[in-house]
């Protein structure tokens, strides 16, 4: 901040007073006191909106806590922004950014004159340098002038700003009069009139343009131009400002789209038709599952109705609303579908929005009531490869020309393959895992008691996939397997042999796996280590609660809130282990232990926030129950069995055992990077930051022995992390209390996470060109690199949005069915009367309702929500314990949670 920011800024944020030149006291006294002045409306709906677009329930990511955050970019002062929010849009420069409520907030002194905070992420177009660093720290950094230097300085940077506005307008009517004259839509648009499309912000530019050189101005007049149709082109949901991508709407999407909006329009009698007959459906759908509230799922023809063509059309148009869009663009399916939910009376919310959508197609038939909306249509997609993952240079992985239907013919890395002979490998997992991608041994050291080998065995599907392959390439664009709660969607085919490295298999064939051994001390340092192809003989499958009973170890804890009395799981008769696999698994938690607390002095943390845990039966759903793809109206009865669980506990027992020697395996496998000059990819995460002095310390001194935090206690003190990154050098993971000069890289998964695979074969070429091939050890450019990383996360974060929104959608849809319960009068119990919620964020107005809301997470269901209804005059801060009870629940893409104070 000290090298952005000048002294007398510094100064104010830290809460100094600050000394004020001779001359400035006379300007002080005319000029309005400090906050007087009324928000704008432009400002009032551009911060509520806030509230909306944090509509994510979860607050930690399981596995990876740092996979779902969105990337930090600083914005130095005095850069031009474009910011948006909703359908709110200013131009502004930037002055000062701090941390506020645990986010990183953006001040910019916009083109109306006022001061805006925003988030990073609200930021779509960006001109660094714009006006200077000096010029931007004399306009202060109060909401109202202060001095006449400010002033000044405020007035010579909105003329700047309006400078460059005049030009914008200008530009942006010359981009729309050569989409109109070249037909743009019809040039740009898939011919397959089912098929979305990408573009670029650059790749539009040249086309409407047709110039060598694109200045700033015009690039942000065709992103507008984009932007503003959101009918024709859609933002790329995620990191925006980095990929600067849309998505060309289908041309069957577009035609529907202006067919259902005129026939809206004109109060087309189709329309009444379709509704009359809606309501008939919808009527009937509603008595049977109250009839058969509590029978198992099932799904029937529904006779006696038939859609016209028209109706089909309509239909399709709702079914299309459900995707989920950028909040930054204006919706065309909002506007029609409001107004024929409206016309059908049978639907009273405040708004409507597309959970009423998801209801509604959800009671005449179309999805199943147990169907989600993101997860399970399929929308094709023109996929065009960020990177091409094949090798460029002469490798051993690719001994003679592969097609991308070739698999390896033999094993490349068989020359190198160390056998561990009888060595005893024990591959833990849950009930139920289906793909088992790690093992563990210990190799203790006679002559040298104070160390010991951890040797971790990963599953080695690289020893039948090239990188040449289609399949890798589907896997590169899949990033990894889907872990659904109906379902699981594998990464790798099931039926292209892959299934056979999945380790402990149990048919007496030896394994090949790729192994980090570590060589650790007594004090969990890592003094040496190895990475090798490796083949595994004596694999055994154990089950975590086997050797947490037989170690006596804590296990997971998981409470029912809406059960009087936990399920009894369901297991096979659990054998004892003999003693010599005890000893082993006594001496693996040993070393674990060591290791955790070597992390731990390093500063390694997790931050532990309860979440749910559903099971659903029968899983996999099967897809005769779902509505189909096609336009079909069906009869659906019962639902499936359902059980909420909560999960209070992350990683502790054969977990943590486990866990921990997959954090070692990761940084052996950068350290093997590093040690050989390689460019790999690195998952870092940054220091902790706070607002509070003080608030770091006094979060660290809650760590309990396992380096467990509770999630809330972070909230109070005000500390958050940065999010996570790739980066292709050694740097630190503060939450895991990985150092700067050791790096993780992922590895431990790679039949289910690309990345890992991609490792994989990064590691056994530069093993293979050690051990006499004729190349260099690296295999991929450091540049080329950067970019791989930069689509795989975006491949990543898609996943975990889907994943998150799936679980979402089931944790609130129990909670819908818990309220309408036909026997619900009959209860003796409800845990949803007595809810409480720890508030998240500072109360922000909603224009749509005029009240005020903030996020909220409620520990009776482990969910985050929003808390509505409140005034201005409400007492409520960050880190406040509420009553609260549930005033609406809804689904749709964006599945959410509303709440009032009890």
Request: include cysteine.
């Amino acid at each position: 901040m000290r090298r952005v920011l000048s002294p007398e800024a510094c100064s104010l944020l830290e809460g100094k007073r600050t000394h004020i030149q001779k001359g400035k006291q006379a300007a002080l006294s005319s000029l309005p006191a400090s906050g007087t002045l009324p928000l704008s409306i432009e400002r009032l709906k551009f911060d509520a909106a806030g509230v909306e677009a944090e509509a994510a329930s979860s607050v930690v990511e399981d596995g990876d806590p740092d996979a779902f955050a969105d990337v930090t970019k600083r914005f130095a002062a005095g850069t031009f922004v474009e910011i948006r929010r909703n359908d709110t849009r200013a131009f502004g420069v930037v002055l000062f950014t701090t941390l506020t409520d645990r986010k990183w907030m953006v001040h910019s002194l916009i083109n109306r004159g006022e001061m805006w905070p925003h988030q990073e992420h609200d930021v779509h177009f960006h001109v660094p340098n714009f006006v200077s660093k000096k010029l931007a720290e004399e306009c202060g950094m109060a909401d109202n002038i202060c001095s006449k230097e400010e002033s000044e300085a405020r007035v010579e940077v909105m003329k700047r700003i309006r400078d460059f506005e005049k030009d914008f307008e200008y530009h942006l009517q010359v981009v729309l009069e050569s989409a109109r004259e070249m037909d743009f839509y019809s040039r740009v648009s898939h011919p397959d009139p089912t098929t979305w499309a990408p573009i670029s912000t650059q790749e539009a530019a040249d086309i409407l343009l047709g110039s060598s050189t694109i200045t700033p101005v015009e690039m942000l007049a065709v992103q507008s131009f984009l932007l503003g149709h959101g009918d024709l082109y859609v933002a790329e949901q995620r990191r925006f400002l980095q990929r600067q991508r849309f998505w060309i709407r289908p041309r069957s999407d577009v035609q529907s789209i202006r067919t259902v909006s005129k026939m809206v329009v004109d109060n087309d009698p189709a329309i009444d038709a379709f509704i009359e007959k809606a309501r008939t459906i919808i009527l009937a759908a509603r008595q049977r599952a109250t009839e058969s509230f509590r029978e198992p799922p099932a799904k029937y023809p529904l006779d006696g109705i038939e859609l016209t063509k028209t109706d089909k059309m309509i239909v399709r148009f709702l079914r299309a609303a459900l995707r989920a869009t950028r909040h930054v663009q204006t919706d065309p399916y909002v506007v029609p579908y409001a107004q024929i939910i409206k016309k059908m009376g049978l639907y009273s919310p405040e708004v409507f929005s597309d959970s009423t959508v998801h209801e509604m197609l959800t009671e005449i038939g179309v999805l199943a009531p147990w169907e989600d909306a993101v997860t399970r249509e399929e929308i094709r997609r023109q996929e065009d490869d960020p990177v091409t993952i094949a090798p460029t240079i002469p490798t051993a992985l690719v001994p003679e020309p592969l097609g991308p239907e070739d698999l390896y013919a033999q094993d490349v890395a068989e020359s190198i393959r160390h056998d561990f002979g009888d060595l005893p490998v024990y591959v833990v997992d849950d009930w139920g895992a289906e793909e088992l991608d790690d093992g563990m041994s210990i190799e203790p050291i006679p002559s040298d008691p104070e160390h010991s080998w951890l040797h971790v065995h990963i599953a080695d599907p690289t020893a039948l996939l090239p990188p040449t392959h289609a399949i890798a390439r589907k896997a590169f664009h899949m990033a990894s397997s889907r872990y659904l709660l109906d379902r699981t969607v594998p990464m790798l085919p099931r039926d292209a042999g892959f299934h056979q490295y999945s380790l402990a298999q149990g048919s007496g064939v030896p394994e090949k796996t790729l192994t980090f051994s570590a060589k650790v001390n007594l004090t969990g340092d890592i003094v040496e280590y190895k990475v090798r192809p490796g083949i595994i003989r004596n694999v055994r499958a154990i089950k975590y609660d086997i050797i947490d009973n037989t170690l006596s170890l804590p296990s997971v804890t998981t409470t029912y809130p809406f059960l009087k009395e936990a399920p009894i799981p369901e297991r096979p008769n659990i054998h004892t282990l003999d003693p010599a696999t005890v000893d082993n698994l006594r001496r693996i938690h040993q070393v674990t232990r060591t290791l955790l607390a070597g992390r731990l002095r390093a500063g390694g943390l997790t931050l532990a926030l309860p979440q749910p845990e559903l099971e659903l039966k029968p899983r996999p759903l099967p897809e005769s129950l779902m509505g189909g793809s096609d336009i079909e109206l069906h009869a659906f009865r019962g639902f499936p069995h359902l059980v909420y669980g909560i999960r209070h506990t992350i990683e502790v027992g054969a977990r943590q055992m486990v866990s921990e020697s997959m954090k070692t395996a990761c940084r052996i496998a950068s350290m093997f990077f590093r040690d050989r000059g390689i460019p790999a990819l690195r998952r870092t995460v940054g220091p902790m930051q706070t607002e509070r002095a003080g608030g770091i310390e006094a979060l660290m001194a809650t760590r309990d022995e396992d380096g467990v935090v509770d999630y809330m206690t972070g909230v109070r003190q005000v500390v958050s992390a940065p999010p996570g990154r790739y980066i292709t050098t050694p740097g630190p993971h503060s939450l895991l209390g990985v150092p700067e000069h050791e790096g993780y890289v992922k590895v431990t998964s790679p039949l289910r996470r690309f990345g890992d695979m991609f490792a994989h074969w990064q590691i056994k070429h530069a093993l293979l060109a050690g051990a006499g091939a004729k190349a260099s050890p690296v295999l991929y450019a450091e540049d080329w690199l950067a970019d791989f990383g930069e689509a795989l996360e975006a491949g990543e974060l898609e996943a975990k949005r889907l994943e998150r929104l799936q679980a979402e959608y089931w944790a609130h849809l129990y909670l819908i069915r818990w309220q309408t319960d036909p026997a619900a009068a009959r209860r003796d119990y409800d845990p949803l009367q007595h809810l409480t919620g720890t508030v998240l964020s500072p109360p922000l107005l909603n224009p749509l309702t005029k009240n005020y809301g903030c996020k909220v997470y409620v520990p009776q269901i482990a969910l985050t929500a929003h808390l509505v209804d409140l005034t201005p005059e409400t007492p409520i801060g960050l880190a406040d314990e509420v009553p609260v009870k549930i005033k609406e629940g809804r689904l749709g893409s964006r599945p959410m949670l509303d709440l009032i104070l009890a």
